[in-house]
Structure formats: C-alpha cells, structure tokens
C-alpha cells in the first residue's frame, strides 16, 4: 500500500512445489500511486509477516434479505439470503491488534471496517465482526 506497481516475471520452487522466492519488477513512476496516467492496478496484495502474524476469526455479516430474489418469494415469506454471514477462520493480521478489546474497530484494507466481538473474544485471540462493507466497483459483463 502506498508503494509501487508491482509486476510478477517468475518464482523459484523447492523439490516439493512450493514456491520459495518471487522474482518481481517495480516501475518506479508509480511511487505512492502517483505519477502515472491511464492504467489501473489489476490487483493489490496485502502482505502479513507469515511468521509474526495472527490467526483469528473474521464474520462477514451481508444483507440478510436475498434482494436478487426480491423481498418475498411467491408463499409471502420472506427470501432469506443464505450467506447473510460468512465466518472465515484463520485470518491473519497484523500482531500488534492481537489484544484488541471489545468494540475496538479496525478497518482492514479492502474488506472493510470490523469491530472486535464483545461475547466470543478471549484475551489475545480476538474474533473480528464486519460492520462496514467497502463498495465494490465490480460490475456484472453485459449481457448479449
């Protein structure tokens, strides 16, 4: 974040596939995503120090009304959205909110702004609820 355009030209794997080094370009214009004009980043990573990150649970609460189905189905009842909340164990973040309290908000980049649960968190091992939703700019191809 605030960095440079980074480009992906190759890795290194060990013997067993995984992949051990990335070999990257970076254009130096881009600098804090500024001095350039006309392209756009096709995707941005996050990076979280494997080795001194923290695993936690994330719920991703989403509207509970299936709004594509419409409010009420044909019986009058309402058209519940089954993935009106997604629970995502194994997160990572950064160690230093791993003792996070109650109500802290955090907002983590492109996902949006979460808030530590008051009734399922235990010292140092927070579970992060989503409060705020970032709008997407995805937008659904024509259909022809």
Request: aromatic share 10%; hydrophobic share 30%.
């Amino acid at each position: 974040m605030h960095a440079y355009f980074v480009t992906c030209t190759g890795c290194d794997k060990d013997e067993n596939g995984r992949i051990t080094a990335v070999h990257c370009t970076y254009d130096p214009e881009t600098k804090q995503g500024t001095g350039f004009e006309g392209r756009k980043v096709k995707g941005t990573i996050h990076w979280v120090k494997a080795d001194t990150a923290v695993k936690v649970t994330a719920r991703l609460y989403n509207n509970i009304v299936d709004e594509e189905k419409g409010v009420y189905d044909e019986n009058g009842n309402v058209n519940l959205n089954p993935d009106s909340l997604i629970t995502m164990e194994n997160c990572y973040i950064e160690p230093s909110i791993r003792d996070a309290e109650a109500y802290e908000s955090f907002q983590f980049v492109r996902n949006g702004f979460f808030c530590v649960d008051s009734k399922d968190s235990r010292p140092g091992a927070p579970v992060f609820n989503r409060v705020v939703s970032l709008k997407s700019s995805f937008k659904l191809p024509a259909q022809s």
